[in-house]
C-alpha cells in the first residue's frame, strides 16, 4: 500500500466499537493522529471546536446521521466548513453515493473499508489545499 500523505489529523465518526478500533490501528499504523466520536453531533462538534485535516464519516449514527452531521459542518464558517469528508458506509448502492456527495461530502468508501481508497481520497481531496497544518 502507498500512500503520501503526511502524517494527518483525522476525525472518525463511527457508532461501531469494533469499527473504531479498526479503522483508528489502520491509520494510526500509517502516522495519522485519530479522534474518534461515536455520533453525528459530537462529529459537529468536534470539527467546530478543533482542528482537523479531514473527516471519516459513517452514515448510520445516533443522535444525528452522517448526513446530517456533514450538511451542518458544510454551514461552518471558514476552512472548518471546507473539511474533507469522506463517507463511509455499509451501503453500496450508487444510490447512497448520490446521498453522500449531495449532502457535501467529498468521496465515499464501502466497508469493509479500503484503505487505500481512503488514503487516494484523500489525496485528491488535500491536493489542491496544499499540506495540512501543524
Known amino acids: 500500500m502507498a500512500s503520501t500523505l503526511p502524517p494527518l489529523r483525522i476525525l472518525l465518526a463511527e457508532d461501531n466499537l469494533i469499527s473504531q478500533k479498526v479503522a483508528q490501528a489502520l491509520l494510526t499504523r500509517f502516522g495519522h493522529q485519530v479522534t474518534v466520536v461515536g455520533d453525528g453531533k459530537a462529529a ?11 473527516v471519516l464519516m459513517d452514515i448510520q449514527m445516533p443522535e444525528m446521521d452522517g448526513l446530517e452531521a456533514t450538511r451542518a459542518i458544510r454551514s461552518l464558517a471558514g476552512a ?38 481512503v488514503f487516494d481520497l484523500l489525496e485528491r481531496c488535500l491536493s489542491g489545499r496544499g499540506r495540512p497544518a501543524p
Open 80 to 117: 472548518r466548513g471546507l473539511l474533507p469528508i469522506i463517507a463511509m458506509t455499509a451501503g453500496s448502492a450508487e444510490h447512497d453515493e448520490g446521498r453522500c456527495l449531495a449532502a457535501g461530502m467529498d468521496g465515499h468508501v464501502t466497508k469493509p473499508v479500503d484503505t487505500q481508497k
Open 44 to 54: 459537529f462538534e468536534a470539527v467546530a471546536e478543533g482542528s482537523f485535516d479531514a
